[in-house]
Nanobody, 124 residues
Framework: QVQLVESGGASVQTGGSLRISCAASGYTYNVACMGWFRQAPGKEREGVALIYWGVGSTLYADSVKGRFTISRDNAKNTVYLQMNSLKAEDTAMYYC?????????????????WGQGTQVTVSS
């Protein structure tokens, strides 16, 4: 089992920046990659970014490329999502998830472990 706890969600203004974190515990040696997902009210959960736990390769959704950066600190078992140039449409509950099998994609069904989410609200 892998436990995930997100933190850092907040209300920010349009154009602002925010970094959210996800701390992993438990059987983290099984983790192949970590992903960030988000879900806005009335919409399906969508993949935002992922990072391979070992080599650090990353993948981003087109909607966040150039604005968001995913990174990890293996020593702290923590994954971060740096969000810049935030837009109103980035408003959502952001979830951290862990996959134990590669290859990694941004499909939710590839991730058996999920955190409880952290709310990000962007307003003008």
């Amino acid at each position: 089992q892998v436990q995930l706890v997100e933190s850092g969600g907040a209300s920010v203004q349009t154009g602002g920046s925010l970094r959210i974190s996800c701390a992993a515990s438990g059987y983290t040696y099984n983790v192949a990659c970590m992903g960030w997902f988000r879900q806005a009210p009335g919409k399906e959960r969508e993949g935002v970014a992922l990072i391979y736990w070992g080599v650090g390769s990353t993948l981003y959704a087109d909607s966040v490329k150039g604005r968001f950066t995913i990174s990890r600190d293996n020593a702290k078992n923590t994954v971060y999502l740096q969000m810049n140039s935030l837009k109103a449409e980035d408003t959502a509950m952001y979830y951290c998830a862990a996959a134990v099998r590669a290859p990694c994609t941004l499909a939710t069904e590839r991730y058996p472990y999920w955190g409880q989410g952290t709310q990000v609200t962007v307003s003008s």
